[in-house]
Structures are given as C-alpha cells and as structure tokens.
C-alpha cells in the first residue's frame, strides 16, 4: 500500500499564496507521475496540475502561471506553490500517485485532501 499525506491547506485571503506539499510512503514502489487534483463543492474532481517521471509538467488552464508543481524523486514528495489565489480556487485539494510496484503490478493512491479557502 502506497499511503500518500498531503499537508499544507487553509484559509487565505484572495491574492494571497499558500503552498501544499504530500508525502508518500510505504514500501517496494517506483512512481512514475505525481499530481494534484481539487473537488469544490457540488463539481467533479478534476486536475490542478501533474508532474511526470521526467520532469514534465501539466496544468490546467485556470492555473498556469499561479501555480507551479515541483517534486523531490528523492523523497517520493510533491508540492503545489499556489499565487495570486481566487476565491473559485476554494476547494479540496488531493495529492494523486500512479506507478508500479516491482513485480509490475501498476497502483495508484489519493491522499485523503487538504482544505484550502480564499476568502474575497
């Protein structure tokens, strides 16, 4: 079992920064992509931004240029640095890991979220 921890949420005023970050743990595993998705209330979960194996990066839309997504392989950890927030940046905020495990089998794990709210 891959367990992610994600710490890191909050309120915040509107243009203000908050910074998340999630950990992963648990043993004989090699992720391959790290990523962040959001669920506000009464909408689906969809995707803030996504780090692959190689560095590349992907955003969604609404979030390029505010938010930046980085990794530490070393670690196994992801972080999310989030500027300039909005208030319909207000949501919860799941770290998401997909890899394999060293027989192959492939796994993919959520963290359990992380309040963030902008207020206006």
């Known amino acids: 079992q891959v367990q992610l921890v994600e710490s890191g949420g909050g309120l915040v005023q509107a243009g203000g920064s908050l910074r998340l970050s999630c950990a992963a743990s648990?043993?004989?595993?090699?992720?391959?992509?790290m990523a962040w998705y959001r669920q506000a209330p009464g909408k689906q979960r969809e995707l803030v931004a996504l780090i692959g194996s190689g560095g590349s990066t992907n955003y969604a839309d609404s979030m390029k240029g505010r938010f930046t997504i980085s990794r530490d392989y070393a670690k196994n950890t992801v972080s999310l640095q989030m500027n300039s927030l909005k208030p319909e940046d207000t949501a919860v905020y799941y770290c998401n890991a997909e890899g394999t495990r060293p027989w192959g089998a492939p796994f993919g794990s959520w963290g359990q979220g992380t309040q963030v709210t902008v207020s206006s």
């Open positions: 648990g043993s004989s595993f090699t992720i391959n992509a």
